[in-house]
């Protein structure tokens, strides 16, 4: 679905006929409005893709064409104007909310770059495709322990039992896998600088390192909710 751009396609403006590459939301020479672009989301705002993402650029770029794409500047332009003021404004919504998300970003790029992420293809490749083949061995015991105590805390709340102890262990629980998610998190921005930087190779490994770290953040994730849905209200 997604698809990494070799090298931006000129295309003839509508207005102007003066070509320009596929990526700009306007034209560079009349400034018209253009058809939502083939790029990618970097390419929407002229960034260079990178996961070490300069925030404020983006957020700077994305107020600045928000305002030039406002439907209030499309009042008296013609229909096709006003169509790919709405398409491109749906775009740029979509690439802003994926871009600012670190977790988004990275994931989108390295789709861009042909890695498999997801709940569809985590544990990959593994014959025994049940779930234990997704738990992060490091974390199978503990795993297998806060699953058993979130059985008994259902069933403790089906009966209308409360048991405190129970209720404490799993909020300490809950905290080790937060703590074990910042620090999947600060791994990641090890390999962002990494991948942003490295040679082919050092980008290739780096990228493998990221789809199982994204794997493990989804794996505690899911946990961490568990936690919160079993204990919490
Ligand atoms: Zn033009």
Known sequence: MLKVLDSAVPVACWSCAVAHNDVTLFCPHCSKIQPPPGGDYFSVFGLVPQLDLDLGMLEH????????????????????????????TALLNDAYRTLK??????????????????????????????????????LLEEAFDLNMQLEEMRMA??????????????????????GLLDDVDRDLRTQWKVWDSGSESARQESQKTMVSLLDRRRYINNLVRDVTETVGA
């Open 61 to 88: 770029q994305f107020h600045k064409l928000s305002r030039k794409l406002h439907p209030d500047r499309f009042a008296r332009a013609q229909d096709n104007e006003k169509q790919w003021s709405l398409a491109d």
């Open 101 to 138: 998300d670190p977790i988004r970003r990275t994931e989108y790029l390295l789709k861009l770059h042909g890695a498999e992420i997801g709940e569809e293809h985590a544990g990959k490749g593994r014959k025994d495709q049940k779930d234990v083949s997704r738990v992060p061995a490091d």
């Open 157 to 178: 709340k089906k009966m209308g039992d409360t048991d405190p102890e129970l209720q404490s262990s799993l909020e300490q629980a809950k905290k080790k896998f937060d």
